[in-house]
């Protein structure tokens, strides 16, 4: 029986501002210590202000993923030290006068399979480190703290993934959903990391911290299991601890610490009062959270009678379920979606082609309309949407210009 | 030149015309140089005071609009970042950290064109009720310069004791302002926790400590209140105070008011000198038409573990952010280790900060929390409760600011929990959040006594009121320097 | 009762290199033992009071540039990175 839990840190990158400056949440522009202030500098005498659409938005998620979200919420410090810790200690969220945290147990299905979710807290991402320095006498630390204060939201499941593919679904399942919720872009390099824990015929769980992306997090899980299993098989005790992935011969290592464990001596953060989120300003943000994709792809099934395949590549995709909603849905919705997702596919397959892309649902009704009337045929549909993408000119213009004018299907 | 004048008074005179702000801005600086050598309420002095109350000399004329301080020269403890000014909080840690920008409570003074004449000394980091623990040497009692002048804001106490400036702001966290401001004869006010913004104050124990103004009267007090207080976009924990006008009836008086005098604070260990004190100033009370009779409060005694406990606890974790790595102190990086090279670092920080620190790891550990820091907690809790309570009979509370008269430097520094014990009337007030001021009421063998007048939240003006009927039946001698 | 390794451990944690052990755990022993009081408070049930704030008191989500080049105003490395010793 293996066991694998998550632990996932979101930035919030769509918000403006850092959660407890407004200097900007998304650093990634920035030349080194260029987006700083003294608030997220930790300047002596500085105090944190904080974020209310950043906790907006951690709502949201929470409610998205059907977690209990408290009417009060309290900030906490986790004490430690570290360079890219400006003050020293980290301003996170916690659970430990009841229920504080912006979102406590929910669950999500995966296939078909229901993962729970402990709780979801709000906190703040440290700076960066790079290290300077050959020979281990020579080396520096450079701080780089553009990044120090961003929003974090960090989602914390139980142990109750079975195998790497269901880890896999689930998170392609969460960056959409934190796409459609228009709270984080996942594809920015650092948005979304996660840490896993790991553990086989009920022995000791093993944390596995230090992986880097989504695509390694398989890996690193996939291998952990396989390494506990063949301990299993020769009797050898499995013993607790954390491991971190080397990235470099991807494998998983023991991490020998030198410090004994940490007592990050856990208090509330007296500087932030706790926060009153009412039940109206609940409702109100259920109300405005963005439809899920999975009410999308239902009703893009029963409504539109659109094939279960083809509704789901649809609704899980915002870029698409823009397109197709603002189409015109109530006369080809069939024909759209099958333009979306077998010729646009190709032709919008990255972020730099769907940012250059001069594609508007207009077009996709005027195409349909085209097609299904039989003014032009699937083939030159197929070039057109390649023009249109490129240029935006109208079908109109486009059919003209290229004399696709024809009603025979011979090519 | 006159340096004895309130704020009031100096805004009357230059108003009046009978006084120009850059003439008395020189003469203070001149007061400073003179006697600061023997008091060393000064750490820092502002080379560009004169020139700054020139300027406000030249708007006066013009004409324009001119701020309510008229150019009035004010010391700042040195935990308040001043921008473009050595902010050192009295440490070796910050001896060279220059502040990038101005505290909300300079801003504001700033905008009513006040003058700042300097940083002043305090304990290091506000650690302490002597200031004799300032990395750079104690202040000196302008009443007697072998006594303390008690702490931590003793500098700020002493500059405006001995007309070293007109006001000064200082900090409270257990009694900082209070203490120093009755050690040293003056008028030291400690507000309901959020109606002055921390932002800029380098945090000690961030969830109990205010600002508060040390002053030479009561109407100056409020005069200042009615500059420093609001909510502040840059502190979350600054409450909206309805913009009242502190000075306004500020002398209707206490007729029927009812006053509990705090037994506790009253009992085993206080000076006969300040007990009798105490009983004078309640007959003089009772004398404008309130009712005193004692009330007793019974977590006051445990109100100095508590404290501690939880002042420890902030500490630790306030000061962890001083690492020597984006401020401080000349000390390169190279060769060390981190954990090694910031062990090394911090040892910058002076025996009783350390000491601070030590019980500020100790009390939240895991190990330790449930029978330290929570239960601290817990007292304050039920302590604030006890004291709301109280207010629902009471309109005030009374009691000495300190138990004890000033003593001679060094004669507590090696008992720390004889020192800890000093805080007993104060550390009430912080705990609770309750508005609290010290009024100078008499004189003992050369010694000043001041007596503690509480109000409940929020209740900041009311307390004004009767601390200025208190003082208004005492007319005390001047300072012999 | 505080033993001078639990004095080492505590100073290991707040990275304060505390060569004279004997002299701070005389000290802190004192304080520590004064803070026993606590324990005749009877305070077992008490619940903390919290201060608190509706959500529509925060600050709104803008982006606003601090004016100055701060890392010029703190220790810095060519005007660019902090620099921290070697991490182990």
């Given amino acids: 029986m293996t066991k694998i839990g998550l632990e996932i840190h979101c930035q919030l990158t769509k918000l403006e501002s850092k959660l407890f400056c407004p200097c900007k949440a998304n650093y990634r522009e920035y030349a080194p210590n260029t987006n700083i202030c003294p608030i997220c500098m930790g300047l002596p005498g500085t105090l944190p202000r904080l974020n209310q659409k950043a906790i907006e938005k951690a709502t949201m998620i929470a409610m998205a993923l059907n977690c209990s979200t408290p009417e009060k919420i309290a900030f906490f410090r986790k004490n430690y030290f570290y360079p890219d810790l400006p003050k020293n200690f980290q301003i996170t969220q916690l659970n430990i006068y009841g229920d504080t945290s912006i979102g406590g147990s929910g669950m999500i299905i995966v296939g078909d399979k229901k993962i729970r979710i402990t709780r979801i807290q709000l906190e703040e991402d440290p700076g960066r480190l790079i290290y300077e320095g050959s020979s281990s006498k020579n080396q520096i630390t450079l701080v780089d703290y553009n990044r120090a204060g961003t929003p974090l939201v960090e989602i914390v499941t139980e142990p109750d993934f079975e195998n790497p593919k269901q880890v896999r679904e689930f998170l392609n399942i969460l960056s959409d959903l934190l796409e459609n919720l228009d709270v984080s872009d996942p594809s920015l390099e650092g948005a979304m990391r996660a840490d896993a824990n790991v553990s086989i015929e009920g022995g000791n769980k093993i944390e596995i911290k230090n992986i880097g992306s989504f695509h390694d997090l398989e890996k690193a899980v996939h291998f952990e299991i396989t390494r506990q299993e063949s301990l299993h098989a020769r009797d050898i005790l499995i013993a607790q601890e954390t491991r971190h992935w080397d990235d470099k011969r991807k494998i998983t290592i023991s991490s020998r610490s030198k410090e004994e464990e940490l007592d990050y001596r856990y208090f509330l953060e007296g500087d932030i009062p706790w926060i009153i989120i009412e039940k109206e300003i609940h409702e109100k943000l259920k109300s405005e959270m963005p439809e899920s994709i999975s009410s999308k792809k239902e009703r893009y099934v029963t409504k539109y009678g659109i094939p279960d395949q083809v509704a789901d590549v649809l609704s899980s995709d915002k870029f698409y379920s823009d397109l197709f909603d603002k189409s015109d849905t109530e006369k080809n919705a069939k024909e759209i979606a099958n333009i979306i997702t077998t010729d646009l596919m190709g032709l919008v397959d990255t972020k730099e082609k769907r940012q250059q892309s001069k594609l508007e649902s207009s077009h996709l009704t005027d195409l349909a309309d085209a097609i299904q009337s039989g003014k032009i045929t699937r083939t030159s549909a197929k070039n057109a949407l390649y023009e249109i993408v490129k240029s935006g000119k109208k079908l109109e213009q486009i059919i003209s210009e290229f004399d696709l004018g024809h009603v025979s299907d011979e090519n | ?481 | 009762m505080v033993t001078e390794e639990e004095i080492e451990q505590v100073s290991k944690l707040m990275k304060i290199d505390v060569h004279d052990h004997k002299e701070f755990v005389e000290k802190v022993h004192s304080m520590i033992n004064y803070f026993d009081i606590l324990d005749s408070a009877g305070v077992e049930d008490e619940e903390f009071t919290i201060k608190d704030l509706p959500l529509s008191c925060l600050r709104s989500d803008k982006h606003i540039p601090y004016e100055e080049k701060l890392i010029e105003l703190l220790k810095n490395y060519k005007g660019t990175f902090v620099r921290a010793p070697k991490m182990v």
């Fill in chain 2, 1 to 481: 030149m006159n340096l004895k004048l309130s704020a009031l008074e100096f805004v009357n005179e230059v108003k009046n015309g009978n006084l120009s702000a850059e003439d008395f801005v020189s003469a203070t600086i001149e007061r400073i140089k003179k006697i600061d050598g023997t008091l060393h309420a000064f750490l820092n002095v502002n080379k560009k005071a004169v020139e700054q109350a020139q300027l406000v000399d030249k708007k006066i004329k013009s004409g324009k609009k001119v701020g309510s301080c008229f150019g009035m020269p004010l010391s700042v403890k040195d935990n308040i970042c001043i921008k473009h000014s050595k902010t050192t909080c009295a440490s070796k840690m910050l001896e060279n950290f220059i502040a990038p920008y101005d505290a909300t409570v300079i801003s504001k003074l700033k905008e009513q064109d006040a003058v700042f004449v300097g940083k002043v000394n305090l304990d290091e980091f506000a650690m302490g009720l002597t200031t004799e623990f300032s990395a750079y040497g104690p202040s000196k009692n302008p009443w007697n310069p072998d006594y303390v002048p008690g702490g931590s804001s003793g500098g700020s106490a002493v500059s405006v004791s001995a007309f070293e400036c007109v006001a000064s702001l200082g900090s409270d966290t257990g009694g900082s302002v209070r203490n120093p401001a009755s050690f040293c004869s003056v008028v030291g006010f400690k507000p309901t926790y959020g109606l002055i913004s921390r932002y800029g104050l380098i945090s000690y124990a961030n969830s109990i400590e205010q600002i508060g103004p040390i002053t030479r009267t009561v109407k100056d007090t409020a005069f200042f209140l009615n500059i420093l207080s609001g909510l502040d976009p840059n502190d979350n924990t600054t409450i909206n105070s309805g913009n009242q006008d502190f000075l306004d009836g500020i002398e209707l008086g206490i007729e029927g008011k009812k006053i509990g005098i705090i037994q506790e604070m009253i009992g085993e260990g206080i000076d006969p000198a300040v007990l009798s004190a105490t009983n004078e100033a309640v007959s003089k009370l009772e004398g404008f038409g309130a009712k005193c009779e004692t009330i007793s409060i019974d977590m006051v005694k445990y109100s100095v573990a508590s404290y501690y406990t939880i002042t420890a606890t902030e500490a630790g974790s306030n000061l962890a952010r001083y690492d020597n790595l984006r401020y401080g102190y000349d000390f390169p990086v190279e060769g060390f280790e981190f954990n090694s090279y910031i062990s090394k670092a911090r040892t910058k920080f002076g025996p009783e900060v350390i000491r601070r620190m030590i019980l500020g790891g100790f009390v939240p550990s895991s190990g330790h929390a449930g029978k330290y820091f929570l239960k601290a907690l817990k007292v304050k809790s039920k302590l604030t409760k006890e004291v709301l309570e109280a207010f629902k009979k009471y309109d005030y509370l009374v009691a000495p600011t300190v138990p004890i008269l000033p003593f001679k430097i060094g004669e507590k520094i090696d008992d720390p929990v004889a020192l800890f014990l000093v805080d007993i009337n104060t550390v009430l007030a912080n705990l609770t959040g309750v508005p609290s001021i010290s009024v100078p009421f008499s004189i003992s063998n050369g010694l000043p006594i001041g007596i503690q007048l509480l109000a409940k939240p929020n209740d900041d003006k009311s307390l004004l009121k009767a601390a200025y009927s208190l003082e208004s039946t005492v007319k005390l001698p001047d300072v012999p320097i």
